[in-house]
């Protein structure tokens, strides 16, 4: 016979299941609402939230993609043509989810390692000890992931807008990394990253005035 601790925990795995399966299902009496866009305006931020309630009760919400771009999203009927026989197709350039304004993701294969090394000392090390993680669903026109210094740390995680990815690529402490690059359940930034030489160069400064400040000092007081 199970214990009383045992049950309470079956039941508390119970619900959570059943909790995430509700999250999922289709639910036949109340239309979905899904986040809406079509062409450039899926790269325009201002557009992000721009949301469409379906018709038809038995109706998705789907995510299409060019690459890792996305290209429409909405309800699945109302999608175009074009679109909808991705989907039919059963092409992975078409994500559907069956909750609501669940399709604000990016392709299923767009993961990176997500993390800050100053909240997690793994992250600062090159390999998989930190599992990568699904990314949101890229504005600009090509999806990468990251990873930066910051300090006497590194943090990796998805570069989804041009404005980021410009930031990374003009700072000598970033790398980015095209996420299909990675190897089966490894992300491609789970690399380890060089300090800049400039970083490096400063701290030598830095180090070369202290030592001259105190040679002044000893020589100041004798």
Do not use: W
């Not at 999922?24 to 790269?43: D, F, L």
């Not at 109302?78 to 078409?94: G, I, M, N």
């Not at 970083?199 to 105190?214: D, E, H, P, R, T």
Request: hydrophobic fraction near 30%; proline fraction near 2%.
């Amino acid at each position: 016979m199970l214990s009383t601790q045992a049950v309470i925990l079956l039941l508390c795995f119970s619900l959570t299941v059943a909790s995430e399966l509700q999250k999922g299902a289709v639910r036949a009496s109340a239309p979905r609402n899904c986040y809406s866009c079509k062409g450039i305006n899926c790269q325009r931020t201002t557009r992000q939230n721009a949301t469409v309630k379906c018709t038809d009760l038995l109706d998705i919400c789907v995510t299409v993609y060019e690459g890792f771009r996305v290209s429409e999203r909405g309800c699945l009927l109302e999608l175009s043509v074009a679109a909808q026989s991705k989907c039919h197709a059963r092409d992975p350039r078409c994500q559907k989810c069956g909750g609501d304004l669940c399709n604000n993701q990016g392709r299923v294969d767009f993961q990176c390692i997500q993390c800050s090394g100053s909240d997690d000392s793994k992250c600062n090390s090159a390999g998989d000890s930190i599992s990568a993680a699904k990314c949101s669903a890229p504005t600009g026109n090509n999806a990468y992931c990251y990873v930066r210094a910051v300090g006497s740390n590194l943090q990796r995680g998805c570069a989804l807008s041009v404005k980021e990815q410009m930031n990374c690529l003009q700072d000598n402490d970033c790398s980015l990394c095209l996420p299909e690059n990675g190897h089966g359940s490894s992300a491609c930034n789970n690399y380890a990253l060089e300090f800049s030489a400039s970083g490096a160069k400063g701290q030598q400064v830095f180090g070369l005035l202290l030592g001259l400040i105190s040679v002044l000092t000893i020589q100041g007081l004798n």
